[in-house]
């Protein structure tokens, strides 16, 4: 099985950064993507940010130009800068991948880091 472990939340004051960590452990065959969700209080959970084995960034409106994926091996980053109160909410790592070859493409998630920006 694929385990995900993310780092990195805290609170922030509005237009401050921080810098989320996500490691996959376990056993783990391939990966075809990674990336990053969040749920704020009351809302569905949304996407912020993927990014492929090929590099193809994808990123939601809200967070154009402020947040930035990158990977490292098996090990996803996000950057987010000039924070916002609405970007409040608890942050998901999300791997999609097979823990065996035999296994079908599946997601696999952590277990969340919460963000809170005060204005």
């Known amino acids: 099985q694929v385990q995900l472990v993310e780092s990195g939340g805290g609170l922030v004051q509005a237009g401050g950064s921080l810098r989320l960590s996500c490691a996959a452990s376990?056993?783990?065959?391939?990966?075809?993507?990674m990336g990053w969700y969040r749920q704020a209080p009351g809302k569905q959970r949304e996407l912020v940010t993927t990014i492929t084995n090929q590099g193809t960034r994808n990123y939601a409106d809200s967070v154009k130009g402020r947040f930035t994926i990158s990977r490292a091996k098996n090990t996803v980053y996000l950057q987010m800068n000039i924070l916002k109160p609405e970007d409040t909410a608890v942050y998901y790592c999300?791997?999609?991948?097979?823990?065996?070859?035999?296994?079908?493409?599946?997601?696999?998630w952590g277990k969340g880091t919460l963000v809170t920006v005060s204005s």
């Open positions: 376990g056993i783990i065959f391939s990966i075809n993507a």
């Open positions: 999300k791997v999609q991948g097979k823990s065996r070859s035999s296994d079908p493409v599946m997601d696999y």
